[in-house]
């Protein structure tokens, strides 16, 4: 069965660097999502892509984050400048067109040191 | 802000007894809602996803909507061990925010051998 990977597993970083998250998405989907779980606390929504730009995103999702969609297959997340409140699990999630059902990835934790 | 809102529990209940899980939420036009199951240290794994009001049957999983009182439930019959986890409950956006999807904090379910 199909399913969404994310490379790395775990990140390690120092603050201020920049990181970048990698997600392949189920090959027919073409929704594509961000989502962040510190530890203990709930997910939380960052971002959702389509058709090649970001379709929604939240108020957590500011100018230190991007994302991109550089080939076919990969669809990544950027921090351009990691604070120590970055830490979390990273999500990618997709879903197909006319389709509700968003499907995650293992996840990504980074750790900002 | 709209929310999703459950308890965080623990809820223990005995093997084989029926977990009931249940979830509000605030955004009044929202028409979509997801019952995940979280592992620790794992990503959300779906196991129901729910559009109309009533009740909606796979296997041992019941998912219940009310959409005039903006409430959801979810079902587990014949409970086993192997359902220890963090159920979260999960809705769309409604309008031009529908690719959001707002997560609840997770109710801790604890089925007891």
């Known amino acids: 069965e199909p399913e969404v990977t994310q490379t790395p597993s775990h990140q390690v970083t120092q603050m201020g660097q920049e990181v970048i998250l990698r997600c392949v998405p189920i090959s027919n989907h073409l929704y594509f999502y961000w989502y962040r779980q510190i530890l203990g606390q709930k997910v939380e929504f960052l971002v959702s892509f389509y058709n090649n730009e970001i379709s929604e995103k939240s108020e957590i999702f500011d100018d230190q984050f991007s994302v991109e969609r550089p080939d076919g297959s990969n669809f990544t997340l950027k921090i351009r400048s990691t604070k120590l409140e970055d830490s979390a699990m990273y999500f990618c999630a997709s879903n197909r067109e006319g389709a509700d059902t968003q499907y995650f990835g293992p996840g990504t934790r980074l750790t900002v040191l | 802000q709209k929310e999703v809102e459950q308890n965080s529990g623990p809820l223990s209940v005995p093997e084989g007894a029926i977990a009931s899980l249940n979830c509000t939420y605030s955004?009044?036009?929202?028409?979509?809602f997801f019952w995940y199951r979280q592992y620790s240290g794992k990503s959300p794994e779906l196991i129901m996803f729910?559009?109309?009001?009533g009740d909606k049957e796979d296997g041992r999983f019941t998912a219940q909507l009310n959409k005039a009182s903006q409430y959801v439930s979810l079902l587990i019959r014949d409970s086993q061990p192997s359902d220890s986890a963090t159920y979260l409950c999960?809705?769309?956006?409604?309008?031009?925010?529908?690719?959001?999807?707002?997560f609840g904090p997770g109710t801790s379910l604890s089925v007891i051998p």
């Open positions: 955004d009044r036009g929202s028409q979509s």
């Open positions: 999960a809705s769309r956006g409604s309008g031009t925010s529908y690719d959001k999807v707002i």
């Open positions: 729910i559009y109309s009001n």
